[in-house]
């Protein structure tokens, strides 16, 4: 979803040649250069300015100058935005209970090696949890089969049916639509006619049926289906007139409303806030970005038909625009496999079991409904919040860390924690926006460089200088979006 902020405002009186449009982040900071460039903005009734370089999250000041001559005029009134708005995102998951394990189970949960728990560890109705003596350790408490573990079952249980249930806000993603035939299997005068169609398997819960090549114009329009899944569609035929027509074409539209359709292997994918879906098992081999676009409570669920597997030695979740671990919700329909020294993040709600492959870590939680939890020298985080600082070498990272390289002018994120090299990677930071960079155990994302605007050479000032225009009238935003 693109930004953008509308100024409008009255016309400056006299003659004038145009108008400059100064923007700032804080009050009195506006910049020296006119966001509208060397091109003044053109006199008319009711002179605007569509300002479509702005961020989300961002409030904004302007001020406008009248032109008249290359002199400009005192400075017009300041206007100030509200917050730029965000897309839509998804309604966040509440846990509950069970937002304070590290690790919950149903029957058993078992660990092997040191591995490192943030959080609590829990299970219900089982009461076995094995393997965490010395050197394993948790911050948290143990939940054996306690009134605790229960209730956070009963809170994920909720969870794991809400996040199954989610659909994406109207707006966030462009409608899909699907043509579909439906046939006539009974014609009726003054009463109801069914007509049969094929649809996907896909949920059809909010998405939009549009009727046409009806006789009767009555029966043509938009009808919202409000059943997950459909085969017969039932239209009301009001006209004592029969219809005639055999075949009836119909178009169903999701977008806004339904679940994004995944590929079985999400690995090396960039994907926005939203709600996705596979019918199936998926798969993540090699790297996929969540980016929240700046906006820190955007919301990811993924639902997840059977299985969820990362691939050993090659498998990174990382966040990035903002995005925390505590908004990512992996549904998973069976079990979930982490694969050796996968890189993790969200909360995994598995209906059946949980295992992670050794050395495997994850910024997030745990949970599974029935099955056992099944660790080996992992280290489980309660979300690992990002920090904005300038790089350092020979030093541990965290994700999210950020600094700019003076090199290639660009702003290095990095999405996979570790420890630098002495120097810079041998082949210097990947210059290109989006690519990765590896730097001994650290993985950095090049991020959107530094965009300026070059500042035109002043005209040649008159031997006499000229009586500044008056200063445009009543600045207002009226519009942002």
């Known amino acids: 979803m693109s930004h953008e902020i509308t100024i409008q405002w009255d016309p ?65 009134v300041q206007v100030k935005s509200a917050p730029v708005p965000f897309s839509p995102s998804p309604t966040g998951i509440q846990l509950g209970v069970a937002s304070s394990f590290g690790v919950l189970a149903g029957s058993t949960v078992t660990n092997t090696g040191a591995t490192s728990i943030i959080g609590d560890v829990g299970v219900s109705p089982g009461t076995a949890i094995t393997g965490f003596g010395a050197p394993a350790s948790i911050t948290g408490v143990f939940h054996a089969g306690d009134f605790v573990a229960a209730a956070a079952q009963q ?57 046409s090549g009806f006789t009767n114009a009555s029966n043509n329009g938009a009808f919202t289906i409000s059943a997950s899944t459909a085969t ?40 926005t806030p939203g709600v996705y879906n596979v019918a199936s098992s998926l798969a993540i081999t ?54 050796v020294a996968t890189a993790f993040s969200g909360i995994i709600m598995a209906q059946a079991s949980i295992t992670v492959g050794t050395g495997a870590s994850v910024n997030g939680q745990l949970l599974a409904r029935t099955g056992a939890v099944t660790l080996d ?23 999210g860390n950020i600094f700019f390289d003076c090199v290639t002018n660009t702003y290095q994120e990095v999405i996979l924690a570790g420890t630098t090299c002495s120097g810079p990677p041998p082949s210097g930071f990947n210059p290109v926006i989006g690519g990765t960079t590896l730097d001994c155990g650290v993985t950095w994302l090049t991020l959107d460089p530094p965009v ?8 040649s000032p008159p031997n006499v200088p000229p009586a500044p225009p008056a200063a445009p009238l009543n600045p207002r935003i009226t519009s942002e979006a």
């Open 452 to 459: 300026g605007t070059l500042l035109p050479l002043p005209p």
């Open 232 to 271: 017969t569609v039932t239209v009301n035929n009001p006209i004592a007139t029969a219809e005639t027509a055999s075949a009836v074409g119909m178009a169903l539209s999701g977008g806004g409303t339904t679940a994004v359709t995944l590929p079985a292997d999400i690995g090396g994918k960039t994907l």
């Open 377 to 399: 020298t992992n280290d489980v985080s309660l979300f690992i919040p990002g920090v904005l600082v300038l790089g350092g070498r020979q030093k541990h990272f965290d994700l």
């Open 12 to 76: 400056s009186p006299g003659t004038i040649s145009g108008y400059n449009v100064y923007r700032g982040t804080v009050s009195g900071n506006e910049s020296k250069i006119p966001i509208n460039g060397s091109v003044l903005v053109p006199p008319s009734a009711t002179p605007n300015f569509v300002d479509n370089t702005v961020a989300a999250g961002v409030v904004y000041y302007y001020e406008i100058t009248a032109v008249l001559n290359g002199v400009e005029s005192l400075d017009s």
């Open 155 to 211: 809170d994920l249980t909720t969870a794991y049916n809400a996040a199954a249930a989610a659909l994406n806000p109207s707006g966030l993603f462009p409608p899909v639509t699907t043509s579909y035939v439906v046939t006539s299997v009974a014609t009726s005068t003054g009463g109801s006619a069914l007509y049969t169609g094929t649809f996907t398997a896909a949920s059809l819960a909010g998405q939009t049926i549009t009727f």
């Open 286 to 339: 090699g790297n996929v970005i969540l980016d929240a676009q700046g906006n820190q409570d955007a919301v990811f669920v993924f639902q997840i038909g059977s299985t969820l597997v990362t691939a050993a030695s090659n498998s990174t979740v990382s966040l990035a625009g903002g995005a925390s671990a505590s908004n990512v919700f992996w549904q998973v329909g069976s079990s979930a496999t982490l694969g």
